[in-house]
C-alpha cells in the first residue's frame, strides 16, 4: 500500500522564522512530488512540485527531494501569520496522475 | 490559467435525496479529472477519476452506484450524490490535470455538503 507520512503537528513558530515539513513515502516508484497549502474551510492550492532530487526555490519556499531517502521537505522562510495552514504532501506513482496525500500537517505563524 | 470551478459551493438537503456537483475547468480542456472527498480534520480521500467520454474509475470501497460520475465534455464533469445520508455530509472537492501526460492537479473551491 502507498503511503505518504507527514510529521504529526502541530507546527508553530514565531514570524520571521523558517518553518520546516517533512514528508516520508513509501513506494519507491514515486514521480512527482507536491506541496499543496490548504486554509480551513478552502480546498487545497499548489505551493510547489519537484520531481528530480536537489532543491527547488520559488520565493519563500524551498522544496528538496532526496529520493534514495524517500524524503521530501518544504522550507518557508521568513514565515508570515498568513502562512498559517494545512501543509499537505502529496505523490504519484505511474502515468495515471492520481495522488496520494498525506494527512498534512498544520503551521501556525505567531506574530 | 488552470481555474477549476465548481457548483454549487455549498448545499444542504434531506435525506433521501439527491445532488449533483459541478465541476469545470474554465481556461482549459481537462481529459481528466478527479473527485474527493474530505471529512474534518482528515486528509483529501480520492473518490473516483474521471475520464471525458468513458466510464470513471472508482477508488476501493467507493460506490459506484450511490456517486454517479459524468465527464461528457473536455471542460464539465459531475458527481451525483443519490438517495444522501448524513453520512455523506462532507467537503466534495474536484480537480484537473491542465494537459495529458502532465500530473500537476488544480483543484476548485470544493463543495460543502450537509444532509439533514
Known amino acids: 500500500q502507498k503511503e505518504v507520512e507527514q510529521n504529526s503537528g502541530p507546527l508553530s513558530v514565531p514570524e520571521g522564522a523558517i518553518a520546516s515539513l517533512n514528508c516520508t513515502y513509501s513506494d519507491r516508484g514515486s514521480q512527482s512530488f507536491f506541496w499543496y497549502r490548504q486554509y480551513s474551510g478552502k480546498s487545497p492550492e499548489l505551493i510547489m512540485s519537484?520531481?528530480?532530487?536537489g532543491d527547488k526555490e520559488d520565493g519563500r519556499f524551498t522544496a528538496q527531494l532526496n529520493k534514495a531517502s524517500q524524503y521530501v521537505s518544504l522550507l518557508i522562510r521568513d514565515s508570515q501569520p498568513s502562512d498559517s495552514a494545512t501543509y499537505l504532501c502529496a505523490v504519484t506513482t505511474g502515468a495515471n496522475s492520481k495522488l496520494t496525500f498525506g494527512k498534512g500537517i498544520t503551521l501556525s505563524v505567531r506574530p | 490559467g488552470a481555474v477549476v470551478s465548481q457548483h454549487p459551493s455549498w448545499v444542504i438537503c434531506k435525506s433521501g435525496t439527491s445532488v449533483k456537483i459541478e465541476c469545470r475547468s474554465l481556461d482549459f480542456q481537462a481529459t481528466t479529472m478527479f473527485w474527493y472527498r474530505q471529512f474534518p480534520k482528515q486528509s483529501l480521500m480520492l473518490m473516483a477519476t474521471?475520464?471525458?467520454?468513458?466510464?470513471?474509475?472508482?477508488e476501493q470501497g467507493v460506490e459506484k452506484d450511490k456517486f454517479l460520475i459524468n465527464h461528457a465534455s473536455l471542460t464539465l464533469s459531475t458527481l451525483t450524490v443519490t438517495s444522501a445520508h448524513p453520512e455523506d455530509s462532507s467537503f466534495y472537492i474536484c480537480?484537473?490535470?491542465?494537459?495529458?501526460?502532465?500530473?500537476?492537479?488544480?483543484f476548485g473551491p470544493g463543495t460543502r455538503l450537509t444532509v439533514l
Open positions: 480537480s484537473a490535470v491542465l494537459s495529458p501526460g502532465t500530473d500537476t492537479q488544480y
Open positions: 474521471s475520464n471525458e467520454g468513458s466510464k470513471a474509475t472508482y
Open positions: 519537484i520531481y528530480s532530487n
